[in-house]
């Protein structure tokens, strides 16, 4: 399972660069315009969810994936829900999506912190998988425990997340782009 799993993950480098770039851009016209933003917010992160939420549940199907089904099935359903309820009632989910954000943070800090632990004797730079999992959840923890932080300020709060996101995004897409290079 190792030198496949490895392989598979080399292989889809570019997911790894394409969600980082995404989250930079998004980062980033965040922090600029947080007032603005918060719609936007919305149907961002429902668009990231709905494709996260279908990669992950069409990833159940393959054989060389190291999550387990149950957490695989548990994250895409969330994230699938979070996304097109965002998407098709963005200013209701204003107020909603502290708690759905906050609890699909977590899920996805842990899906990243298994994952990581997983392929540890796999790669070098697990450690920026386990970095990003529980940067994810430390931000869901953050949310769950003060409901009462403004929009804007969550705005200000994802920008800065998701641009450290990206930035780990990026350097994992890399590592792994070189070890398909060299294999």
Do not use: H
């Not at 668009?47 to 069409?58: E, F, N, Q, R």
């Not at 796999?122 to 403004?150: K, Q, Y």
Request: glycine share 10%.
């Amino acid at each position: 399972m190792g030198s496949n799993l490895l392989a598979s993950a080399a292989r889809g480098w570019w997911v790894f660069l394409l969600y980082g770039l995404l989250a930079l851009v998004f980062g980033a016209v965040t922090l600029l315009w947080p007032g603005r933003s918060v719609l936007a917010l919305v149907l961002a992160f429902g668009v990231l969810s709905l494709a996260d939420g279908i990669v992950s549940l069409l990833s159940i199907f393959r054989k060389d994936i190291a999550l387990p089904n149950w957490l695989l099935i548990l994250y895409a359903l969330i994230s699938i829900g979070f996304g097109v309820l965002a998407i098709t009632q963005p200013a209701q989910m204003a107020e909603a999506m502290l708690w759905l954000l906050a609890i699909w943070l977590i899920i996805a800090g842990i899906a990243r912190i298994v994952f990581a632990i997983q392929v540890r004797k796999l790669i070098n730079g697990e450690w920026l998988l386990v970095l990003s999992g529980v940067l994810a959840m430390l931000l869901g923890v953050l949310f769950l425990a003060n409901p009462g932080i403004g929009l804007i300020t969550i705005a200000v709060w994802i920008a800065v997340g998701a641009l450290i996101y990206g930035v780990l995004q990026l350097i994992v897409a890399f590592r792994l782009k070189r070890l398909r290079s060299a294999g």
